[in-house]
């Protein structure tokens, strides 16, 4: 009787053309061109773009920033790298301001991100964080440092960050301030106390 039971099971998986979990490979069934279905290509999170899609550029003028980041004194020639500000449905509204310098000791960079639109911005706001990674703060800051424009491989956060939006020179104008603590070890300074930066950017 349990011989002729295990024949019939031997002979219903035969029938079923189940050869073993090492050969099964469902591109290997014989079943029509029409019946195959490719499976859906991962799709990861699309990387926080350098150019957002929907960005507007901003008009920004006279940068300022002082401080040092990774050994390197804000000194020399201040320029405002980029200065940008978009709203989409992934990354929600930004404003993104960076600065930089460069010197014979070499370049150092902060960039500013406001997690609000330009458009948005008003005299009188304020924004802190007082955390070097606060996924909820409104504004976070990289600072960044190197030889020159093409190589910064220092960077760090803050532990503490202040900004400040005021009236701008004219009436269509904003002026953005930060001061930024940076963190410090007790055998080597890997930033000053603190640094500080500001510019003036376009209404919208």
Request: a negative charge.
């Amino acid at each position: 009787m349990k011989k002729r039971l295990a024949l019939t099971l031997l002979s219903a998986l035969a029938l079923s053309g189940f050869t073993g979990c090492g050969d099964f490979d469902p591109w290997n069934n014989p079943e029509p061109e029409d019946r195959r279905v490719a499976p859906e290509p991962w799709e990861p999170a699309p990387p926080a773009p350098s150019v957002a899609p929907g960005t507007n550029a901003l008009e920004a003028s006279s940068p300022s920033s002082t401080g040092e980041i990774g050994g390197v004194q804000a000194l020399g020639e201040h320029v405002v790298w980029e200065a940008s500000s978009f709203t989409d449905s992934y990354y929600g509204s930004q404003t993104y301001i960076e600065l930089r310098t460069e010197s014979d000791e070499g370049v150092t960079m902060q960039g500013l991100t406001l997690h609000v639109g330009v458009a948005d911005l008003e005299p009188g706001d304020e924004f802190e964080s007082s955390s070097s990674y606060d996924p909820d703060a409104e504004v976070d800051l990289l600072g960044c440092s190197g030889d020159d424009h093409g190589f910064l491989p220092y960077d760090v956060r803050p532990d503490e960050l202040h900004v400040q939006v005021e009236e701008g020179p004219t009436e269509d104008t904003l002026l953005i301030q930060w001061q930024a603590t940076l963190p410090t070890d007790d055998f080597v300074s890997i930033g000053s106390e603190e640094c500080t930066g500001s510019v003036v950017i376009a209404r919208q």
